[in-house]
C-alpha cells in the first residue's frame, strides 16, 4: 500500500521544501516528489501546511512516561518510555543508567533482554553513564559507586547484555588500556563524559578510542586560560557532542559557541528524568529543570523537539540544522544508516508540527501515534 503525504514543508537535507510529497510504502520512505507526481493508487494524507521532518533520535535519557528506568529498571519501564516518547516525536532512544549499584545495572541489562521481543522498536538500547567516571566530576552521581573498571566486570556486563548496550559514558583518564581495547572491539559507542582529563589527555584518547563526548560543557572542567581543560580539545578535535539545550544546563550563549566551533558534530540530547522519591536518584522537578534533594541540578524536563524549540528561539540555528542535530547526527553516531533523513530508502519515521512546535503526530513503523494516543 502505498501512501502519500502531501500540502506540507519537509524538512530535509538542510532545506525546506512546500512543493513535494512524501511517498511511503512498508515502511520505507519510497520517493519524495512533486505533488503532481503522486502515484494514482496512493492514499493521499493532507497535512494542511505543517512540518514533516525526520523522526527525533535521543542517546541519553534516563525516564518517561513516569518512570524512571534509569533508577529501577523493568520491562515496564522501557514500554512506558516507548508509549510516551512517540507521540512526542522521539523514534529512537538509548534508555540511560547513571552510576548506581551493580544491581541496578545488571536489571537494566536483564530488563532490555525481556522487553526486546515485545519492543515497539524505538528503544534502540542501553547508554551507561558511568559508574567508570572522575568522582572530581561526580555532578549528580554519587561517590560511593564511582569505581575504575576492570576488564573482568566490563567483560561480565558486556556477554550479558547481548548486544544491548550501546553506548558507554566513562572517564578516559582513569582507565587500562586493556579496558579501553576491549571495549573499542565491541561496537560500542565510547563517550567521554564526568571526566577530569587535561587538555593533552583528551586529545590523545579523541578519536582513539574515544567517539564522543558527552553533555558538553557540563562535568568537566570550564575553560581556564593556563589550564585549558576538555573544551578546547573538543572544538579542535571536533568528535560528535551532545548538549542539553534548555538554557539551564547550559546558557544559550555557550551553546552558540558550541555549534559554531563543532558544526555538524553537535547533537541534542534531552538527559531527561521524570520525578521519583525511590532509589539512588529521587529527582525533584524544580521549574524547568530537575533537581536532587540536596539542590544539585540532575536531570532536564526536556523533550526533543523543545530542545529543537530552543535552538531556533534562543541560539540562531535554522530549523532544518536543528532537526539534523536532534535526528541526523545522532543516527550517523549511533550507525543508524536508514534513519535521520527524508529520503528515499530512509524509514518513514516522521514527525508532524506546527509553526509553534506543537506535534500534530508521529509516524512510526505505520502507526500513527498522537499525545492522546
Partial sequence: MLTALYNTLIVADGNITGDK?????DNQIR??????????QAERIDLKGAYLAPGLIDLQIYGAGGALFGGNPSVEALQRMEADLLPKGTTGFFATVATNSDEVVLDAIEAAKAYRPKAVGSFLGLHLEGPYINPARKGAHPEKYIKKATLSEIKQWIEMAA????????????????????????????????????????KSFIGNPIQAI???????PPIHHRAPGIIPAVFEAKPYTSIVADGVHVDYAMIALAKRELGDKLFLITDAVTETDQGTYQHRLAG???????????GSALTLLKAVQNCVQHVGVT???????????PAQLAMLITKGKVEAGYDADLIIFDAEFNI???????????KSN
Avoid: C, W
Avoid at 510529497?21 to 510504502?25: F, P, T
Avoid at 520517493?31 to 494514482?40: D, M, W
Avoid at 524547568?288 to 540532575?298: A, E, K
Fill in 319 to 329: 530549523l532544518p540544522e536543528a532537526v539534523n542535530m536532534a535526528s541526523l547526527y
Fill in 214 to 220: 558527552t553533555h558538553l560543557y557540563n562535568a568537566m
Fill in 31 to 40: 520517493a519524495v516528489t512533486p505533488v503532481l507526481e503522486i502515484p494514482a
Fill in 288 to 298: 524547568n529543570r530537575y533537581v536532587m534533594p540536596d539542590g544539585t541540578l540532575s
Fill in 21 to 25: 510529497a512524501v511517498i511511503i510504502e
Fill in 163 to 202: 548486544g544491548e548496550i550501546k553506548m558507554i559514558t566513562l572517564a578516559p583518564e582513569l582507565q587500562d588500556q586493556e579496558v579501553l581495547d576491549y571495549l573499542q572491539q565491541q561496537n560500542i559507542i565510547l563517550s567521554s563524559g564526568h571526566s577530569d582529563a587535561t587538555y593533552q589527555q583528551i
Fill in 360 to 370: 500534530q503526530f508521529t509516524l512510526y513503523k505505520g502507526k500513527v501515534y498522537r
